[in-house]
């Protein structure tokens, strides 16, 4: 669900001006597309549809769910701002952290009305020591606070093949 809706946020008109979320809620127990069950108590899915919704996000390009030691990574991101007025003085951050190391970059300046705005680019490699991996994002400017967080794992050839 997050990832789909983020990537229609990016494009931005471009040719999609909008979606419609099938199923928003479930009409009697039981395991559906719906993002709240029977009782309309909120499934994970309603929390992810929610944040890419917010009037201003922060997102990457989505990352491998695994990559391999010294695999390189390479991820856009950007900001999508829904907002009637530019929004000036923000700070976008990433950081990719992994067990024992992390990785960080920070982009300035203005975000333009009703826009999708590539920040910058988040390039690294892979780390060579197996395990989670972690992407952080956040933006920050008057009256403005975003964060969005991925999660992918680094594995070594032989861990991949005995899947």
Known sequence: MKHHVETLRRLKYRPTGGFCQFCF???????????????????????ALAAACAPV???????????????????????????????????????????????????????????????????AMAPEAPGPLTLELTLAGPDLKCTNRYESRVESASEQAAQ
């Open 25 to 47: 809620a479930d009409g009697h127990p039981g395991v559906t597309w719906s993002v709240l069950d029977d009782q309309r108590v909120p499934k994970a899915a309603f929390h």
């Open 57 to 123: 996000i922060i997102t990457a390009d989505r990352p491998d769910a695994v990559y391999a030691p010294g695999d390189p990574i390479a991820l856009d991101v950007h900001v999508v701002s829904d907002a009637r007025a530019p929004i000036a003085d923000v700070v976008a951050r990433a950081r990719l952290a992994w067990p024992g190391g992390e990785q960080v970059w920070a982009w300035d300046g203005e975000i333009p009305a009703d826009s999708c705005v590539r920040v910058g680019t988040v390039q």
